[in-house]
């Protein structure tokens, strides 16, 4: 890290085009491409649809081998956009949106490669592509408005995929859907305004929606701004998550929609609002953050036990499998707002975690949904008996969700809770009760459906397909994998998250933050031997204002710092 | 009292001779020369594109006296829409011979500056727009003749002459010259007698407003001294007010006469039937071009004319565009026709260029700007698009007559959609950066509770916008009953239902489609019990390139910056 600040690295771009640039543009193209197939036609619009789901996970596996594991965003590419407004595309990735952004990839071509599809073809793969283009932009957004252009961008696909391809009461979920994520934008983009304008006397009186420049200036503002600001940025996130106040269009929109639109509503779009109050909210106002951590923990903690109890009483196996969602969102937040290193990326590990298995178990609720049309447990059951290979996938997806260890599931759950314990001991004690909890609903669930005696239309159920199997694969693998070795995930996440509570940190002093060291566990050697405030620093700052063009050199010493016990004090560092 | 303020202002503009005025009221060379008001020299260039819309209108009668009646169906479209370009052009060749001056012409009546220029072009594309989407509906319902398009360039004349003008006095007689010919546009469709209903209201209500709007003129000369905005403002800048009274009492009611121009909450109650009764392309004239050249007269008087007293209308605004931004949204959910909800739904769009209006800054007069051009576009296209599916004789404007649009007319929904997208703010269109811009100026002042609300409006008013797009998209029957929703692909873009939706139809059925559902869903739901009309809807080729010119434009100005430079330019005020 050397001087350059904890949010001012940027590593180098190592390929010759802009890469991300690609990523986003390519499924926009393909979208443009779907729409202009011939209505008639719709086997070639699902195979260009297709394709270009393929190709942009082509890329995103070219980007996962290229990205280093070091701290700070790789491969930025920069263009002035609104230039009167300090507005830019710039987009970046870092070890935090990496995985989001490969997860994405991958849910999004099974949701579209996977369920049979009933009705047009071309408009289903042309709102998924637009979706997928704009999930994954806000992914990559280094600029707070293009970041806020792709994340109220995604309402307009995700609610055609919810009305055109639902259920009886599509349309009024997506409505609601719709409409709520709007009016919880409102308090975001007023809060962005406010962030932007607020700091705009600090940079020579230019506005500006950098995120890396925002994330310098914001440092600076009263903390009762800071707070307010965060609190804005908050509702917006949380009602996307959602977090619990603000959760009640979640079951509708992810009962209504259909399996694909389910799988991608529940796997992708809630990591906007994980990602975002990270990004956006940790991120530029780690003093609001801190401030308002615990009205947030308690929150998530609410929704944890609320959700599980709530989840516990649902009749329907779909609805079941939407309301477990709000305690994976919870759990989340939970991680996110511990503050410690364990916490923090354990919550970006069960946003990915999620994706894969909540994506999985929306896909098998479809399979079954195709088999035997209900859903309602009293009309399901024993279905194990004609069906095994079904059955064992869709315990092995549940099994994940519980958080069996040696699934991927119990890796996160368990740095999330272990991370709160050291921050918040009686959070931590509370949310546990979550990990008996699911495993009360899951499992119940997969009994009632696959066990006891198979009445009528449950005794023939087809068993699943070679086709069905090799779409849910790659999810099972991932879930396999990421249970079995989390190190390669860990190793790129863990110097974005220690930057990340290096900033934090260094905004707040009094905060104490323990970190991962090495993969092991452990608690940092007090913050101001290690963790350099090179915010403050005249050489952070130069580094950071200069423009990075997609192949600028490295940051100096970018690569620093994802170990903290390693790390000697900064040169500059400290000066506040 | 018409006639004495009338003549109060001629004598103070005699008596002050003021020829041609600089910003700072120096003598500014070139345009004009002498200070003697009697002998006025007149600097046409500053009112070129006014004088070519005048022109233009003359000319168009003349042609049609000379010919025989019907002989040239097509001729008078395209004579308006040449004129309307030819505006076009002088406003281009305005913008770039005024430069960054801002300077008073003609008696100091007129001032030619970047902002007047600006809205000769706002008011030339819209008479372009309009004329061109205007001959099909006008041949259909058989009402073609010269008299609709010399209509549309004089309510131009008068748009363009109340942004021109540099006082209250021009501003007046710009406001009626526009205003006269829309109340005969309103009353244009002889057989329909809501027409005749729309133009008889509009006009009534409209003949109120502007004696209010006189009797804040004369008050506002009688606090002041003067009818001319720099006159006006270097009054206010150099002395203060003890008894104060009747300049708030005269601004006051010059908001009200403005306020009912551009359709703001508590004066907007013409505008549902207005907006419903009167043509429908020259629905979305009137809507582009009353509220451009409204707000232009607001912005000069209140930020240009008034900045001085910005403490006090500036709280007056705040609570107008409350009021329009809510009420606006809120009514038009409650609407069954689309013309009526399209016009509260241009009320609540009145209220985001009332929040860039009461920002008070350049930023927020470039917020407001950017808004009306961008505006200008999305409802003239809008209304075109509900002129084509209405039928012939409007037979049809209710939310049935655009179900199933998407099915029939794929590309003509499509451009609806981008139209609502834009009208709701959602990102990648102008819309968005419209509100973007205001709020954002908004923002800046501080004003964090009306950001908000104006951000939460527009959450409501997705919830029309959307439930327009879903009945477009919607195929037939779909939400109605199990029968079609079982079927599998019916083609287009609508959805029989996947594999889990389909499960969920077979038994959800009964309580979705044959029970009312109390729900948003079941208001959706009891509209869609109609059939939708089969008959195939023609798209002239006159309408499906001002569409397309919409439709790229609202796109184009929603993800590229040179409208708000341009914006931005126009916005020193005197």
Redesign the interface.
């Known amino acids: 890290m050397g001087s350059v600040g904890t949010v001012g690295s940027v590593a180098a771009s190592t390929l010759g085009f802009p890469i991300l640039t690609v990523i986003v543009f390519l499924p926009l193209g393909g979208a443009i491409l779907t729409a202009l197939v011939p209505a008639s036609d719709d086997g070639l619009a699902r195979r260009v649809g297709l394709l270009a789901a393929v190709a942009e996970v082509g890329f995103v596996a070219y980007l996962l081998v290229a990205f280093k594991p070091v701290a700070g965003f790789q491969f930025v590419s920069q263009q002035p956009w609104i230039g009167s407004f300090g507005i830019a595309w710039k987009v970046g990735v870092d070890g935090i949106s990496l995985f989001l952004v490969a997860v994405s990839a991958l849910l999004f071509l099974v949701a579209m490669a996977g369920p049979p599809l009933r009705g047009s073809a071309r408009a289903f793969m042309t709102w998924m592509l637009l979706l997928e283009a704009a999930c994954i932009g806000a992914f990559l957004s280094m600029d707070l408005f293009l970041f806020f252009v792709m994340f109220e961008v995604t309402l307009v696909p995700a609610y055609f995929l919810v009305a055109g391809w639902g259920g009886p009461r599509r349309n009024y979920a997506a409505m609601k859907f719709f409409i709520y994520t709007f009016a919880g934008s409102a308090f975001f983009f007023v809060a962005l305004l406010s962030l932007v304008f607020l700091t705009a006397p600090a940079h020579h009186g230019h506005a500006t929606f950098d995120l890396i420049t925002l994330t310098r200036l914001a440092g600076g503002l009263p903390h009762a701004d800071q707070v307010l600001i965060f609190a804005g940025f908050a509702v917006g996130f949380a009602v996307k998550a959602p977090l619990v106040p603000f959760h009640s269009w979640l079951p509708d929109a992810y009962t209504e929609a259909s399996t694909g639109g389910s799988m991608v509503l529940a796997g992708v779009m809630f990591a906007l609002g994980g990602y975002g109050i990270l990004r956006l909210g940790v991120f530029i106002l780690p003093r609001g953050a801190s401030d308002l951590a615990p009205v947030l923990l308690t929150l998530a903690v609410v929704g944890i036990t609320y959700g599980a109890v709530v989840t516990i009483m649902q009749r329907d196996l779909k609805r079941l499998v939407a309301y477990s969602a709000i305690v994976s969102v919870a759990f989340v937040v939970l991680g996110e707002f511990a503050f410690s290193a364990q916490g923090v990326a354990g919550g970006v590990l069960q946003m990915v975690n999620e994706s894969l298995t909540i994506g999985a178990l929306f896909y098998m609720v479809g399979v079954v949904a195709e088999r035997r049309g209900a859903l309602r447990f009293s009309e399901l059951g024993g279905i194990q008996k004609s069906a095994p290979i079904l059955a064992a996938v869709f315990l092995a997806v549940v099994l994940s969700a519980v958080g069996l260890p040696g699934l991927n599931g119990f890796v996160s759950e368990f740095l999330v809770l272990a991370g709160t314990f050291v921050t918040h001991r009686w959070w931590a004690v509370v949310a546990t009760t979550a990990i008996i909890t699911g495993v009360i609903y899951f499992l119940w669930a997969y009994q009632r459906v696959f066990h006891g005696p198979a009445r009528a239309a449950n005794a023939a159920v087809r068993e699943m397909s070679w086709g069905e199997i090799a779409a849910v694969a790659p999810l099972l693998a991932g879930i396999a994998f990421l249970g079995v070795y989390p190190a390669p995930l860990l190793d790129r996440l863990t110097p974005s998250v220690d930057h990340l509570l290096a900033h934090v940190q260094s905004a707040d002093p009094a905060a104490h933050v323990p970190r991962i060291s090495g993969g092991a566990l452990s608690y940092s050697v007090p913050a101001d031997q290690n963790v350099d405030s090179g915010l403050q620093t005249p050489a952070g700052a130069g580094a950071t204002a200069a423009p990075v063009g997609a192949g600028a050199p490295a940051g100096a010493g970018s690569g620093a710092a994802s170990s903290a016990s390693a790390v000697p004090a900064a040169p500059s560092g400290g000066t506040r | 009292m018409i006639q004495s303020v009338l003549f109060a202002g001629v004598g103070h503009l005699a008596q002050s001779g003021s020829g041609c005025l600089g910003p700072n009221g120096t003598s500014i060379t070139g345009l004009c020369t002498s200070d003697n008001s009697l002998h006025m020299p007149v600097a046409y260039r500053s009112i070129l594109p006014m004088l070519v819309l005048f022109i233009g209108a003359l000319v168009l009668l003349l042609v049609s006296a000379l010919l025989s009646k019907r002989s040239r169906p097509g001729l008078y479209p395209v004579l308006s829409t040449a004129v309307g370009l030819a505006a076009l052009v002088a406003s281009v060749w305005e913008w770039y011979d005024v430069g960054n001056r801002g300077v008073s012409t003609i008696g100091g009546q007129i001032f030619y500056d970047r902002f007047s220029v600006f809205f000769g072009v706002v008011v030339s594309v819209t008479v372009v727009l309009a004329s061109l989407v205007s001959d099909s509906y006008l041949r259909r319902e058989g009402l073609d003749g010269v008299e609709a398009y010399a209509l549309i360039l004089l309510a131009g004349t008068g748009a363009v002459l109340m942004a021109e003008a540099a006082g209250l006095i021009m501003l007046f007689l710009g406001l009626e010259i526009m205003s006269i010919a829309l109340y005969v546009m309103a009353a244009y469709h002889r057989r329909r007698t809501e027409s005749g209903e729309a133009g008889f209201k509009y006009f009534i209500l409209g003949s109120f407003s502007s004696a209010i709007f006189l009797y804040g003129v004369a008050l506002t000369y009688g606090a002041t001294g003067s009818t001319r905005f720099q006159d006006i403002a270097g009054y206010l800048a150099r002395n203060t007010l003890v008894h104060d009274g009747v300049l708030l009492a005269g601004m006051a009611l010059l908001i009200v006469g403005l306020g009912f121009k551009v359709a703001a909450v508590p004066f907007h109650f013409w505008t549902p039937d207005v907006y419903q009764g009167s043509p429908t392309p020259f629905t979305g004239y009137m809507a582009a071009l009353a509220k451009a050249a409204g707000f232009a007269g607001l912005l000069r008087t209140l930020t240009g004319a008034l900045s001085s007293q910005q403490a006090n209308w500036r709280p007056v605004i705040w609570l107008i565009a409350v009021l329009t931004l809510l009420i606006g949204s809120v009514m038009a959910i409650a609407q069954r026709d689309l013309k009526r909800m399209m016009a509260y739904s241009s009320i609540s769009q009145a209220g985001y260029v009332l929040v860039g209006l009461q920002a008070g800054s350049a930023a927020g007069t470039a917020g407001s700007l950017f808004y009306l051009f961008t505006y200008a576009f999305v409802i003239v296209g809008t209304f075109a698009v509900l002129g084509l599916i209405q039928g012939p004789g409007e037979a049809r404007n209710d939310l049935g007559a655009i179900r199933g649009l998407a099915r029939r007319r794929?590309g003509l929904a499509m451009a609806m959609l981008v139209f609502l997208?834009a009208q709701a703010g959602?990102?990648?269109t102008s819309g968005?950066?419209a509100k973007f811009y205001v709020?954002?100026a908004s923002?800046?002042r501080g004003q964090?509770p009306l950001?908000?609300i104006a951000?939460?409006a527009?959450?409501?008013a997705?919830?029309f916008y959307?439930?327009i797009a879903?009945l477009m998209?919607?195929g037939e029957g779909e939400?109605a009953g199990p029968a079609p929703?079982l079927e599998?692909?019916g083609?287009?873009?609508?959805?029989?239902?996947?594999?889990?939706?389909?499960?969920?139809?077979?038994?959800?059925?009964l309580?979705?489609?044959l029970q009312p559902?109390p729900?948003?869903?079941g208001a959706?739901?009891t509209l869609t019990w109609e059939p939708p009309p089969e008959e195939r809807i023609a798209i002239p080729p006159a309408v499906a390139a001002t569409l397309a010119i919409c439709v790229v434009f609202t796109i184009a100005a929603g993800v590229?910056?040179p409208i708000?430079?341009f914006a931005?330019h126009a916005t020193a005020m005197i």
């Open positions: 794929p997208l959602v990102p990648l968005f950066l709020i954002e923002v800046q964090y950001a908000i951000m939460l527009a959450a409501i997705a919830f959307l439930r879903l998209y919607a939400a929703a599998p692909a083609g287009g873009a609508e959805a029989a239902g996947e594999a889990a939706g389909e499960a969920f139809v077979a038994d959800g059925a309580t979705a489609g559902v729900s948003l869903d959706t739901a590229s910056s708000i430079d931005r």
